[in-house]
């Protein structure tokens, strides 16, 4: 068990209403991830936060998706106005680095949350 | 743009083949190389790493796998899958100094009995 825990696991939200997803990291790791798997897509970067801090969203869709890492709490992934091409699986992975540093960092993934949209 | 390309996608085995899954990225730079596993309903798992050093590395459950910098390849390897190999398969690599993993599509391995 990698000890990131993500919450619900499943969701299921008509179109229109909100997606709220939570994710809690390794303890001692302040570099959360968030990636979104698509069938036969692999997985996807939509975010990179740390603490308080968005540090690259390049991959998060310009409207309707947001996400923060409040100093206290869980990270959140939240989609307003859900359409049914939003559901997927969302990952949270953290890191105890920066990967970019070049100091043989590795993510730690949670089991993900299955968002389901009708 | 840089990608990472995992060519096959889908691999039945039978117990005791070998294994090789092919991982080619498109990065003349620095890379540092990941190979995760993801078990049906489970998370994904490190298998594998190369960030410098030895191009031939060693990982979890008897599963190797070797960067070509020339080739621009880091497939994954095993002499002798199990039935409890079977699982789908991620390359990822950090291109550069970026802060994050950019991975394949995938490569979903089927070990029959």
């Known amino acids: 068990n990698a000890g990131v825990m993500q919450n619900p696991r499943h969701l299921v939200r008509r179109r229109g209403q909100e997606a709220r997803l939570r994710c809690s990291p390794m303890?001692?790791?302040?570099?959360v991830y968030w990636y979104r798997q698509l069938p036969e897509e692999g997985l996807k970067f939509m975010v990179y936060l740390q603490k308080e801090n968005i540090i690259d969203e390049s991959g998060m869709p310009k409207e309707r998706f947001s996400a923060e890492f409040p100093k206290e709490g869980p990270s959140i992934l939240r989609i307003q106005q859900v359409v049914r091409g939003d559901s997927a699986a969302y990952f949270c992975?953290?890191?105890?680095?920066?990967?970019?540093?070049?100091?043989?960092?590795?993510?730690?993934f949670g089991e993900g949350s299955r968002l389901t949209v009708l | 743009a840089q990608s990472v390309s995992q060519h096959n996608h889908h691999v039945i085995l039978s117990e005791a083949a070998s294994l090789e899954l092919g991982c080619n990225y498109s990065y003349g730079g620095t890379v540092n190389l990941f190979w995760y596993v993801q078990y049906p309903g489970q998370h994904l798992q490190l298998l594998l790493k190369?960030?410098?050093?030895?191009?031939l590395v060693k990982g979890i459950k008897g599963f190797e796998a070797e960067f070509i910098k020339s080739k621009f390849s880091f497939n994954l390897r095993k002499p002798s899958v199990q039935w409890s190999d079977t699982a789908e398969y991620f390359c990822?690599?950090?291109?550069?100094?970026?802060?994050?993993?950019?991975f394949g599509t995938g490569t979903r391995l089927q070990v029959t009995l």
């Open positions: 190369y960030f410098s050093g030895d191009p």
């Open positions: 303890k001692g790791h302040s570099h």
């Open positions: 992975a953290s890191s105890p680095l920066n990967l970019g540093q070049g100091r043989a960092g590795e993510l730690f």
């Open positions: 990822a690599v950090i291109i550069g100094t970026a802060s994050k993993l950019t």
